[in-house]
């Protein structure tokens, strides 16, 4: 005998909290893992003028420089830039957030298809909240959150770039860096990181977007 469907809002919760997160994981990720995003900056920004280096230069010091903050090399580097104590301390403490993010990614796509693997064979599923499913309702939340933070951000991206390393790098100043004892950051300009934060808000939008609409459209096939 076919066991009667049951709705859960708990479920729903659930599906709509991990579809967040791996929504905005999965943005974070992207600018992490496509370097061409920040080669196509070198001519863009004229960094070979600015800071006395060939391109490649500047792609090995940048490929050594994400290589350790993504966990690919033991040893903290920057091609032929020399660095500081300091310098390479913050990008210890960059390393920890950048590896946290794709493992959170990591973790959260698999509880989801865990969780729709077991949802597919038992008779229960996520309760859609006031006529919305749970991807609906991911999508508005970080829409929502991320829309304000952009629009913040956008009217004084220096005060909120502090703001962030108060945030994510409590206590300390190792992020400051001096040009002459630490020149990496020569290579890695203010506009880089404001069209690295455009791309994540960018994708974003994209991805909430298309959740939105999924849920419109199943909406509209469950009423017919």
Known sequence: M????????????????????????????????????????IGALGLEAYTGLSAEQIREAFDQVMD??????????????PFSQSGASHFADVKVLFLLDLRV???????????FVL?????????????????????????????????????????AFVIFHSIFFPGKTNWIFDWRTDPVILILPETFFRNCAILILALLLVWCAALIAADLLLGRRAKK
């Open 68 to 81: 350790f903050c993504l966990g690919l090399r033991p040893d903290f580097a920057a091609g032929v830039l």
């Open 119 to 159: 949802t597919r064979k038992a008779p229960l599923r996520p309760r859609r909240l006031l006529g919305r499913g749970p991807g609906f309702w991911a999508a508005i939340g970080l829409v929502v959150s991320f829309s304000l933070i952009g629009a913040l951000a956008a009217l004084d991206f220096d005060r």
């Open 2 to 41: 076919k066991q009667e469907t049951r709705e859960s809002t708990a479920l729903s919760v659930i599906y709509a909290v991990l579809t967040a997160v791996v929504v905005l994981t999965g943005a974070i990720a992207a600018p992490l893992l496509c370097r061409s995003f920040y080669y196509a900056h």
């Open 105 to 115: 990614l990591r973790v959260g796509l698999l509880l989801l298809v865990i969780l």
